[in-house]
């Protein structure tokens, strides 16, 4: 199930994040049963003051794929949080490809749905 990192993450409460955070006595990158970390749910759900926060740890690993393959980026990207695919782009930790199999299967969901902002951050 979810971590209350997670709950907290996935429904946008910055203050509990925050809060959680600063106790330094949880897991920032735990996965929940589909694999998905706190960072992936903050990114799909467009929640950009979390992604900060949590990118500020150095302990998450922007580029983790969950059960579905999908990772951070994929997410914020298909949900057109582009505010955050530029700072998943931006960090250090994050390995992406465009030339691998994740990138040219993102850059082929984008171009199917029309995220041109997307397209041009990725390229």
Do not use: C
Not at 90 to 110: A, H, I, K, P, S
């Amino acid at each position: 199930g979810l971590t209350p990192l997670s709950f907290a993450a996935k429904n946008g409460h910055d203050r509990i994040v925050k809060l959680l955070l600063e106790t330094n006595n949880v897991d920032v990158d735990s996965k929940d049963k589909n694999k998905r970390s706190s960072l992936s749910w903050a990114s799909q759900k467009g929640h950009e003051s979390i992604v900060k926060l949590l990118l500020e740890t150095s302990k998450v690993e922007a580029g983790s794929k969950d059960k579905f393959g999908q990772t951070p980026l994929s997410w914020a990207t298909k949900n057109g949080r582009e505010t955050i695919v530029k700072l998943l782009l931006g960090t250090e930790y994050l390995d992406f490809d465009l030339q691998g199999e994740d990138g040219r299967m993102l850059l082929l969901w984008v171009a199917e749905n029309g995220r041109d902002g997307s397209m041009e951050l990725l390229l």
